[in-house]
């Protein structure tokens, strides 16, 4: 008898642990789908030419095992990398916005175009977005001052439009912004981070240039004493 219930308490103790585990592993096994439907979502509106994006299989859940993909010990997706000079044309998609773990984004000099997706600004660990050299119009996403970790910002050489949101400004790990070669308008930010870049960050679009900064104020000289 004794034997019986001892095993019957030892597989109740054991449940929890198997219930536990099975719902782990289907946590996992959905983030990685979430994941993969979001890259393949980009490969489908991405014209491919030489391939480079072959090896991103939906059929193979785990983008992890994917070329260009960089992913963390948590299998959480942190990089899109190594997609500059790649030749891919079209444009991006709203799904990016699910890589909630993205730190690098690098998809410069293609042919892609269209906007930039409001949903970028779900990336909030992202690090740098390097959309430089490609055919890109639109306004700049005011969902980009959100991203608070952000340190680079490149998006010159596109066709952007519109004003330069204000609330970049308030992203205070910003290092290094080009916005240069738009057809942006409107006046250049000098508050916040944007007071550590020069005019070359701006250069060749329709914006207004800052006024001057005021001259120092003059100390007046002090009068020697006589005697």
Same mark, same amino acid.
């Given at each position: 008898?004794?034997?019986?219930?001892?095993?019957?308490?030892?597989?109740?103790?054991?449940?929890?642990?198997?219930?536990?585990?099975?719902?782990?592993?289907?946590?996992?096994?959905?983030?990685?789908?979430?994941?993969?439907?979001?890259?393949?979502?980009?490969?489908?509106?991405?014209?491919?030419?030489?391939?480079?994006?072959?090896?991103?299989?939906?059929?193979?859940?785990?983008?992890?095992?994917?070329?260009?993909?960089?992913?963390?010990?948590?299998?959480?997706?942190?990089?899109?990398d190594d997609l500059g000079n790649a030749n %891919? =044309? $079209?444009?991006?998609?709203?799904? +990016?916005?699910?890589?909630?773990? !993205? *730190?690098? @984004?690098? #998809?410069?000099? /293609?042919?892609?175009?269209?906007?930039?997706?409001?949903?970028?600004?779900?990336?909030?660990?992202?690090?740098?977005l390097d959309l430089y050299l490609n055919g890109?119009?639109?306004?700049?996403?005011?969902?980009?001052?959100?991203?608070?970790?952000?340190?680079?910002?490149?998006?010159?050489?596109?066709? %952007? =439009? $519109?004003?330069?949101?204000?609330? +970049?400004?308030?992203?205070?790990? !910003? *290092?290094? @912004?080009? #916005?240069?070669? /738009?057809?942006?308008?409107?006046?250049?930010?000098?508050?916040?981070?944007?007071?550590?870049?020069?005019?070359?960050?701006?250069?060749?679009?329709?914006?207004?240039?800052?006024?001057?900064?005021?001259?120092?104020?003059?100390?007046?000289?002090?009068?020697?004493?006589?005697?």
């Amino acid at each position: 008898m004794m034997p019986t219930v001892l095993w019957f308490i030892l597989a109740f103790q054991f449940v929890p642990r198997v219930v536990a585990s099975r719902r782990c592993l289907l946590f996992l096994f959905f983030q990685e789908l979430f994941l993969c439907d979001a890259l393949n979502a980009l490969k489908i509106n991405l014209a491919d030419p030489n391939n480079v994006l072959q090896s991103w299989d939906p059929t193979l859940v785990n983008p992890c095992t994917w070329f260009h993909v960089t992913c963390n010990n948590e299998n959480s997706v942190t990089q899109c990398d190594d997609l500059g000079n790649a030749n %891919l =044309s $079209g444009q991006l998609v709203p799904q +990016l916005g699910q890589l909630y773990n !993205l *730190q690098y @984004l690098e #998809l410069y000099s /293609n042919n892609i175009n269209g906007k930039i997706p409001e949903e970028l600004g779900n990336l909030t660990d992202l690090v740098s977005l390097d959309l430089y050299l490609n055919g890109l119009n639109g306004p700049i996403p005011v969902t980009l001052g959100k991203l608070q970790k952000l340190r680079f910002l490149r998006l010159n050489n596109n066709f %952007l =439009s $519109g004003t330069i949101p204000m609330v +970049l400004t308030n992203v205070s790990t !910003l *290092q290094v @912004l080009d #916005l240069s070669n /738009n057809k942006l308008v409107g006046d250049i930010p000098v508050n916040g981070s944007f007071s550590l870049f020069t005019l070359l960050s701006f250069q060749n679009n329709s914006l207004n240039k800052p006024p001057p900064a005021p001259p120092p104020p003059l100390i007046p000289a002090q009068k020697r004493s006589s005697g």
